[in-house]
């Protein structure tokens, strides 16, 4: 690989495109090539505000220069006509293979954090992707598993036996000192289910929001319960002095998405340091065999007939969901209207994270339809705005912990090369729910750390720049 000469660079070059803003552009003094210039496109950075045609020079992973000149790169990627924004960060994001990677970067995503469920071992979770991954990546410690761990639970998921179970003193405790050790070893902050464990009582929630926030960082949580769940989920963090991030605003606000998003809204007002998001789609996807189906039995007939078995594309009756909550696997739930999906993800408190895995096609498409439905179709978001929510928000909700995410989620000089770049007039999802796994079009160029992992639409494949993403306490 190319490795140009050593260089010092200089301010030369000054670009205004508003009153209040101005790029200052780096510009090689010794006139040395970059790694790769990305050529004639327009660049948006949401957090600088920066909207211009302008070149980007790309230098050992890094941006190094932001110009309206030409730069000379050993490779030049001409971006004529398209959008060039950073990376797509996902806060949420339970594909962590190979196959899902590959559909996170035909996405436009950069780097996907599972930060709701986690993992009850840190430590194994990041040995398992050593040596890179296309995208960057990272996990958070997760209650659910250590819980079940700290209760002798050899199903350490959402469907063990003792989510159902209130823990003991000793086990409350071990479950908290096993947090601690994730966090110790790099996990991104604590992950909650407590839609998936009844069992845990608030009082044991709050006592691991304390802990989360003893050590300065952030709960991610599936809360359970409503409106009245997010009050007493609210008044825990709160009572705790915990930060909190409530995840997929749409689906556990449901029809009564206004309301909830009016209680996040009033936290915030309150200086409480909450945050949410929202995924574009009116349908979930869990695991058949989670408490949340405890009460499978006692629903009549036509509710069974919005779940939908991800495996066939059927739906379901009373007889088949008896048969594969016995199987387990995966289920999606229709129901959600558009209105509802319209509300949160154009919502001003709403950063955009995908819940994704494999299956829905909000694991393949969640960016795309965004930018596509929303912003180019309806005219619901902003460009710019939409661009906020998938770049700089998570961006800033982590970097207090997570220094990488110091220079990710924004393209200037001196920020990791992570860039997404794609067409504004075709970009769309293409996932269904019966085939949740076509790519998205429009994704024309992703960078991740300064390389190409999609080259003109298509994965480059054999390359495998991603890199660990974690935290550090305080």
Request: charged content about 20%; overall charge negative.
């Amino acid at each position: 690989m190319y490795q140009p000469p050593f260089c010092i660079y200089s301010r030369r070059h000054l670009l205004f495109w508003s009153v209040s803003i101005v790029l200052f552009a780096s510009i090689s003094a010794c006139g040395a090539d970059y790694d790769t210039v990305i050529q004639g496109g327009r660049v948006m950075d949401p957090e600088s505000g920066l909207d211009s045609v302008v070149n980007i020079g790309i230098l050992e992973g890094q941006v190094r220069a932001i110009s309206g000149d030409n730069l000379d790169g050993s490779q030049v990627i001409d971006a004529t006509g398209l959008i060039v924004a950073p990376g797509f960060v996902d806060l949420h994001r339970h594909g962590q293979s190979e196959r899902a990677y590959r559909l996170q970067v035909q996405d436009g995503v950069t780097t996907g954090l599972e930060l709701e469920i986690g993992t009850p071992n840190a430590a194994i979770w990041y040995a398992e992707r050593e040596g890179g991954q296309l995208v960057n990546y990272g996990v958070s410690i997760g209650h659910i598993g250590v819980r079940a761990k700290a209760m002798g639970d050899s199903v350490l998921g959402s469907g063990g036996i003792t989510a159902r179970q209130q823990s003991s003193p000793d086990q409350i405790s071990e479950t908290e000192q096993l947090i601690r050790e994730g966090l110790a070893q790099g996990a991104i902050g604590v992950g909650f289910g407590t839609a998936y464990t009844p069992g845990a009582t608030m009082d044991e929630v709050e006592r691991m929001f304390s802990v989360a926030a003893d050590l300065g960082v952030t709960a991610f949580v599936h809360m359970r319960g409503g409106l009245e769940g997010l009050d007493s989920t609210l008044t825990a963090a709160n009572n705790a002095a915990a930060s909190l991030h409530i995840v997929h605003a749409n689906s556990s606000g449901g029809g009564n998405i206004l309301e909830f998003l009016e209680m996040i809204q009033m936290a915030q007002d309150e200086g409480r340091d909450v945050t949410t998001e929202a995924y574009p789609y009116g349908a979930s996807q869990t695991g058949i065999q989670s408490a949340l189906f405890d009460d499978w039995e006692s629903w009549d007939d036509e509710r069974f007939e919005r779940h939908q078995w991800v495996r066939t594309g059927e739906r379901l009756n009373r007889e088949t969901f008896s048969k594969y909550r016995e199987e387990g696997g995966s289920v999606i739930i229709h129901g959600r209207t558009e209105e509802m999906t319209l509300a949160a993800v154009t919502s001003p408190l709403t950063i955009i994270a995908s819940d994704g895995g494999t299956g829905h096609p909000r694991g393949a498409g969640t960016f795309a339809r965004i930018l596509g439905r929303y912003v180019r179709e309806q005219g619901a978001l902003e460009l710019m705005d939409a661009l906020a929510r998938m770049t700089i928000l998570p961006t800033l909700r982590l970097e207090e912990f997570v220094p990488a995410m110091k220079t990710k989620g924004r393209i200037r000089v001196g920020s990791d090369a992570d860039i997404t770049i794609f067409d504004p007039e075709t970009v769309i999802d293409r996932a269904t729910y019966l085939e949740g796994s076509l790519t998205s079009d429009g994704i024309e160029y992703v960078l991740v750390n300064g390389i190409p992992v999609v080259y003109e639409g298509e994965i480059a494949e054999g390359v495998r720049p991603g890199k660990a993403i974690k935290a550090e306490m305080n």
